[in-house]
């Protein structure tokens, strides 16, 4: 019996009567005082729940610990499409970077320059300003012109696949990543119906077992049609981009060629004629 629930009873003070008893006569004694114990402690203040402890945190959509639910009710799959996804969006970000550099290292003034040169017959100061230039177009017309005299078109061509290969890097690998994961979440999808349906004989653990399968089918599934999206757009932009600068190479290609051959026929036909006659044989 704890101090605080019982209660002191005072001799002197007159005996509490029961409900419905009648008082004693005059003169007889008085009965005994009844004492009622409450045998349940009163609760203190360290036992009463707080407010901020009945509180639980919860994450929201984008807390840290729903996408932790999720993924661990994604199932197994859910690895191999988290390993696509880092990948993907590595894959991206560098992407990103080396055509903003590519951008700004565009340098059509430069280019306008060297085409000048070239019209001029100064194939020397086109050589001088297309050298030390980081722009592809500017690269692959000075490989052309320390190399016409032996292979215009071989040169202009080996410049031009060593850019567009440059521009073309881990375009394979996005290709893969968008075929690869919606794969993967229909792989997560058929693991999780198997799971599903494995648990119907078991009347206790069909219900919680069945919808947990679903679950994670859908899960897997959203997630690898979500990588496929975010990796399609992306790739299809990197690849126009490729073929835009692949059109720009062999049109600078295209006239380089016009013009040195142009520089070289009127070349040949200045000295075709300015050469001496020829002096007939005497008999």
Do not use: Y
Request: proline share 7%; with cysteine.
């Amino acid at each position: 019996m704890s101090p605080a629930a019982g209660a002191l009873v005072n001799p002197a003070a007159p005996a509490q009567l029961p409900p419905g008893a009648s008082a004693p006569p005059a003169g007889a004694p008085a009965p005994e005082a009844t004492v009622t114990a409450t045998l349940s402690p009163a609760p203190t203040a360290a036992e009463s729940p707080s407010p901020a402890a009945e509180a639980k945190p919860t994450g929201g959509v984008l807390g840290s610990n729903w996408l932790i639910d999720k993924f661990h009710k994604g199932g197994p799959i859910m690895w191999p499409i988290l390993i696509v996804s880092i990948i993907g969006l590595t894959v991206v970000i560098e992407r990103i970077f080396w055509w903003t550099g590519r951008w700004f290292r565009r340098d059509p003034k430069r280019i306008e320059k060297v085409f000048t040169a070239i019209e001029n017959g100064d194939t020397t100061e086109a050589s001088r300003l297309s050298r030390g230039s980081r722009d592809p177009v500017l690269r692959m017309m000075w490989n052309g012109l320390n190399h016409q005299h032996a292979s215009l078109q071989g040169a202009l061509q080996v410049a031009a696949g060593i850019e567009i290969k440059r521009a073309g890097r881990f375009l394979v690998v996005m290709d893969t990543l968008v075929t690869l994961a919606p794969l993967l979440g229909l792989l997560g999808t058929i693991t999780g119906l198997i799971r599903s349906f494995s648990f119907l004989g078991n009347e206790e653990l069909a219900v919680q077992a069945v919808t947990g399968g679903i679950a994670e089918a859908l899960i897997a599934t959203a997630c690898g049609l979500g990588i496929a999206i975010f990796a399609l757009i992306p790739f299809n932009f990197f690849t126009s981009r490729v073929s835009n600068l692949e059109f720009e190479l062999q049109t600078a290609a295209t006239n380089l060629e016009v013009m040195l051959g142009a520089q070289t026929a009127a070349r040949e036909l200045d000295f075709a004629t300015k050469a001496p006659a020829g002096k007939g044989s005497s008999i």
